[in-house]
């Protein structure tokens, strides 16, 4: 069975600093995809940042980046010079056939 | 950009009712689902529709749910008889190939009274 595991209910940030949120997962596939949704209070799902498993470098989308260690499987994101619109729910999904989400991470930003 | 849109935002309905949530993929899309957030917890998975059929579903998704996909463009969620317990946010999603990602809607927020 996959799984994913967020050890994070909540973390909290200040303003333009960096802040690492968890994740790790479990899965006997060995092609998978691994992404970081964000949920804000709109509870719309947006796409943050997507990793293929095949791939040993690790994705970066501007601010976000992520620590892929597969042989862990743990994908962590990090969020560099953190804004107050970054504040809200992240989920971290693992996508074998079907996506699999973790019960999210709530991320305060602090002035 | 395209997106996948979902009708209505909020629906509210009484217990035993019959409620269709629904969606509109993105257009070349070929990959369909329907997941489940109760307020506070994680995102569900509830079923997956490729090819005209449903290609896998969860636990969750019984005899009291149903989907279809009437005229290529619309895709629909029908529970049969709400309960209480169907109260969450339902939201649609789709691919357009296996390994590409999700498209998520805005949600549709039913509430069962």
């Known amino acids: 069975a996959q799984t994913v595991t967020q050890s994070q209910p909540e973390m909290s940030v200040q303003e333009a600093e960096t802040v690492t949120l968890s994740c790790t997962y479990d899965t006997s596939e060995s092609d998978y995809y691994l992404f970081w949704y964000k949920q804000p209070p709109s509870r719309q799902m947006i796409l943050v940042i997507r990793q293929e498993a095949y791939k040993q470098q690790n994705a970066t989308e501007n601010r976000f980046s992520v620590n892929f260690q597969k042989a862990a499987k743990s994908f962590s994101l990090k969020i560099s010079d953190s804004q107050l619109g970054d504040a809200a729910m992240y989920f971290c999904?693992?996508?074998?056939?079907?996506?699999?989400f973790g019960t999210g991470t709530r991320l305060q930003v602090f002035p | 950009e395209p997106e996948v849109t979902q009708t209505p935002s909020h629906q509210v309905t009484q217990m035993g009712q019959e409620v269709i949530l629904r969606c509109v993929p993105i257009?070349?899309?070929?990959?369909f689902y329907w997941y489940r957030q109760i307020l506070g917890q994680k995102v569900e998975f509830l079923v997956s529709f490729y090819n005209n059929e449903i290609s896998e579903k969860s636990e969750i998704f019984d005899d009291q749910f149903s989907v279809e996909r009437p005229d290529g463009s619309n895709f629909t969620l029908k529970i049969r008889s709400t309960k209480l317990e169907d109260s969450a946010m339902y939201f649609c999603?789709?691919?357009?190939?296996?390994?590409?990602?999700?498209?998520f809607g805005n949600g549709t927020r039913l509430t069962v009274t």
């Open positions: 257009s070349n899309h070929l990959y």
């Open positions: 999904a693992l996508d074998t056939d079907k996506l699999i």
């Open positions: 999603a789709s691919k357009g190939s296996y390994n590409s990602p999700l498209h």
